[in-house]
Every structure is written in structure tokens, then in C-alpha cells.
């Protein structure tokens, strides 16, 4: 029937200029496919993994897996110029998506032969975690030198009477130090955490966890650039509105021993001066 | 060792490198196979050196091995490509960039991506680290790696290299929540 019907239509079209679509509901689509290629038909339409299908007609299952298209017209001497292999991976991924199992049989099959996934849901929470931690030593070996430079400045600006600024470098810098010393207690016991109890019950913890260390990240990010400990020293409009953002963010989270602290070193640095 | 000749050690340029005609494409296809394995053999040896691994074509010509100002010599960036090409069927190079571009960017393999699987394999056996996740940063940069050859390793080859231990079945690469930051589970 596919031959007759491409025939007839190849009468007034040149076979060239028309493609067949075929969908599987009766499992016949790479049949009806090979007839065509044996009319003369050169394009053919498939979809990965077998994914979509007609809403309009009912009962009418899906398209036909490209994996399978693919394998099929491979093996008959064709060039298709498709890599299988990434296909069927990249099939394997959408249906993993998806949440459902891929259409194409010759995916399934060849994916058996693969490495059986061995990563888990709980692998994937440790890595972000431990991606944090990176990121924290990272922030950790630069801190040195913008806290360095804060403590520099403090002096500075003392020097020339400027109490008021130099107690505002001095809170910065001890902002920075808190933030990662905090940070890095989180990590580890949510590193404890996940080593002894069960992953499953601390799903929402530990997801809950990383989003915090995420946010504080993207602050500390912030923070590491040395041109804004600068701006703490600065007279200029621009600078003062910087100074006095700082001070706000710092007001909202510093602790009043934290605060205590900063003021027992001012005086400290008062009297080296 | 860890520590790389860069530091130190000058590279050690071969005598031909002064040379005028080894920086011109022979026209005879036999002395051309000879010229272009030692050019393959430089290149190699001057990546190992530098314990560097990304090749930019069109401006490593510019500069030394591809360039020897002293004779004011360079070469042709496409017979640098043709250079690449002899690497990357040795298995000693691969072009980067996306599928189908112009060969501009490269990869040399100064080790080959396999030895440096089985090295990465070794040290994960013999710390006890298989079938825990370890990240790509950890393993170039963390403080358990820093005796080791590896230690310092660009994140390409670092890849490429897990890509292999990959498909022998020995390890799988994956990534969390974002794309850029991987990890893998070497296995034992």
C-alpha cells in the first residue's frame, strides 16, 4: 500500500521534493519506511526516542524512534551521517526527563551494553556540596589579601583621624571572616550529616543547606573585590553612598559580640599608632 | 614529579630550529615526513616542558617553537595545521572547538589522556577514594593531589582524561545541580 500510494503521488511529484512520515500504532512504520526507501524516497521523518505522537487521531501510539530509523537505514548501506551512539544518549537523557522509558528499542539496546548508571540522587546533592566547598577554599586562599588590605587601611585612615572610617573597614573585614568560618562549620556538618544518616530522610535539609551556601557564595563573590575596600577610604559622594550601603548590610548582620570584637581591636590598633 | 620543567629549566630548542627551511613546507612529500615528525616531536616536547596544553593556531605562530625571530623565520599557520593533524592521528592532539569550525584551537596530549586515566585511577585506589564523589577542582587543585603529576592539570585534558576512564567502565562523570562545576565516581 505505501509503495502504490508514493507511486501515485510520484507521478506529480518529483520523488525527490517528498519526505514520509510514518507513526508506529501498528508497529509497521520501519516496514513502510524500507518500502519507501525502495521507491526512492530520501527523507524521512522520526522522532528521538520515539517521543510525540498525533493528539488528533485517536489510538494512534506515536512517531517512530529515530534511534531506530537510524540503525535501520545503517545497516542497509546508508550514510546517514548521524552519530547512533550520541543519539541514543541524548535519547536516554530527554526520557530520564521525561520520567519514561525511551520508544526505541534499538537505544534500549544499545544502552544495556552501557554503564549501567551508578550515579544516584544523593551522589549529585554531595557533589554540589563539595563544588561548594571548593568554591570556599577558593574564596578562602583570596581573602588574605583583600582582609590584608582592610587592615591597612584601618591604620590609614586612623592615622588621619578618621575613626569613623576605620572602624567601618574594620567591620567589613570582620564580616568577610565570619561569613567564612560559618560557612565552612555548614559544610561540614552537612558533610557529617550525609556520611552517617539516611540521604533520603535529610533530602530537604541538605537541599535547604545548599541553597544557603549558595546565596552566601554569591555574597562572599561580592565581597573579594579589592577596588570596593578602596572605596571605604573615599570622600567622594559615590564612595560615602557605598560606605553607608555597607554599613547597613553590616548592621543587619553582625552579632553584638562580633561588634564588641571590632571595637576591642580599633582601640588595639589606636594605641600601635 | 610534580614540579614541571617551566620554572627552571629552559626548553632545550633542537638544532634544526635554526634551520631557515624547517619553517618552510617542503614540497617533496618524503623530506615533508620527516620535517613534519620532527615539528610533531617539538611540539610535544615543548608542551611537556611547559606543562602546557592549548594551542591557539593562529597566534602560536607568532611565537616561539613556531616562530624563531633570531633567523626571522615562522610558519604558516596552515602548515601548523597540518602539524596538528599528523598529532591528532597519533592520538597526541585533538581540535577543540565545535564540530564542522575551522581547525583554530586545539588540545596537545603531552601525555596521553589514557596514561593519565590510569594515573588518576591509581591514586583513587590507593587513597581509598573509589566510589566516592570527588570533583574535577579536587582533583586539579585540592591539597590530596598536590604530590601528585597530575596537580595543576588544565580541566580540558583533566576531562578528556576521565572521559576515557569513562568509557573503560572505571569511572562515570556528572554534574549537580549546575553544568559547569563536574564531578566523578572513579570506580574500583
Not at chain 1, 586562599?141 to 585612615?157: G, I, S, W, Y
Not at chain 2, 617539538?42 to 608542551?47: K, S
Not at chain 2, 588518576?120 to 603529576?149: I, K, M, P, S
Request: hydrophobic share 40%; proline share 3%.
Amino acid at each position: 500500500e505505501m509503495r502504490a500510494m508514493i507511486n501515485a503521488v510520484a507521478r506529480k511529484v518529483p520523488v525527490e521534493r517528498l519526505a514520509v512520515h510514518c507513526h508506529d500504532t501498528y508497529g509497521q512504520a520501519l516496514a513502510n519506511i524500507y518500502a519507501s526507501l525502495e521507491c526512492g524516497i530520501r527523507t524521512v521523518d522520526s522522532s528521538v526516542a520515539g517521543l510525540g505522537g498525533c493528539p488528533y487521531a485517536k489510538g494512534a501510539t506515536g512517531n517512530v524512534a529515530t534511534e531506530d530509523v537510524v540503525y535501520m537505514l545503517e545497516g542497509c548501506g546508508f550514510d546517514t551521517g548521524v552519530d547512533l551512539r550520541a543519539l541514543a544518549l541524548t535519547g536516554e537523557w530527554i526520557s530520564a526527563e521525561l520520567g519514561r522509558p525511551s520508544g526505541s528499542r534499538v537505544a534500549r539496546a544499545l544502552l544495556a551494553k552501557h554503564t549501567k548508571n551508578r550515579i544516584t540522587a544523593q551522589d549529585r546533592a554531595i557533589l554540589d556540596m563539595k563544588v561548594q566547598r571548593d568554591k570556599l577554599r577558593q574564596y578562602q586562599k583570596r581573602v588574605h589579601v583583600v582582609l590584608d588590605r582592610e587592615d591597612q587601611l584601618a591604620r590609614e585612615l586612623l592615622r588621619r583621624g578618621d575613626r569613623k572610617r576605620a572602624l567601618l573597614a574594620l567591620r567589613r573585614r570582620k564580616y568577610q571572616e565570619q561569613m567564612i568560618l560559618t560557612t565552612d562549620q555548614q559544610l561540614s556538618s552537612l558533610e557529617q550529616l550525609m556520611g552517617t544518616i539516611e540521604f533520603s530522610l535529610l533530602q530537604k535539609d541538605v537541599l535547604f543547606g545548599l541553597e544557603q551556601g549558595n546565596r552566601v557564595l554569591a555574597q562572599l563573590n561580592k565581597e573579594m573585590r579589592i577596588e570596593d575596600v578602596e572605596r571605604l577610604a573615599e570622600e567622594t559622594a559615590d564612595a560615602i553612598a557605598y560606605q553607608e550601603e555597607v554599613s547597613e548590610i553590616l548592621r543587619a548582620n553582625m552579632t553584638t559580640e562580633d561588634e564588641e570584637a571590632v571595637e576591642r581591636e580599633l582601640e588595639l590598633l589606636e594605641r600601635q599608632e | 614529579m610534580a614540579t614541571g620543567g617551566g620554572a627552571g629549566a629552559r626548553f632545550q630548542l633542537p638544532e634544526i630550529h635554526s634551520f631557515p627551511p624547517f619553517f618552510t613546507r617542503q614540497p617533496n612529500e618524503d623530506t615533508w615526513k620527516e620535517q613534519r615528525r620532527l615539528w610533531c616531536d617539538l611540539v610535544v616536547a615543548f608542551c611537556r616542558h611547559h606543562r602546557r596544553s592549548a594551542l591557539a593556531v593562529a597566534e602560536a605562530v607568532n611565537e616561539p617553537p613556531f616562530s624563531n625571530p633570531r633567523i626571522r623565520r615562522a610558519l604558516r599557520v596552515d602548515t601548523l595545521r597540518e602539524v596538528v593533524d599528523e598529532l591528532v592521528s597519533q592520538g597526541h592532539a585533538a581540535w577543540t572547538g565545535p564540530k564542522g569550525s575551522a581547525r583554530d584551537t586545539c588540545l596537545v596530549f603531552w601525555r596521553k589522556p589514557e596514561v593519565w586515566a590510569a594515573m588518576l585511577h591509581q591514586w583513587a585506589a590507593d587513597r581509598g577514594l573509589c566510589n566516592t564523589v570527588l570533583t574535577l577542582y579536587e582533583l586539579a587543585n585540592g591539597d590530596d593531589t598536590a604530590d601528585q603529576e597530575f596537580h595543576g592539570l588544565d580541566y580540558a585534558t583533566l576531562r578528556r582524561s576521565l572521559e576515557a576512564l569513562q568509557s573503560q567502565g572505571r569511572a562515570q562523570l556528572f554534574a549537580g545541580s549546575s553544568d559547569e562545576d563536574l564531578g566523578v565516581k572513579i570506580f574500583t
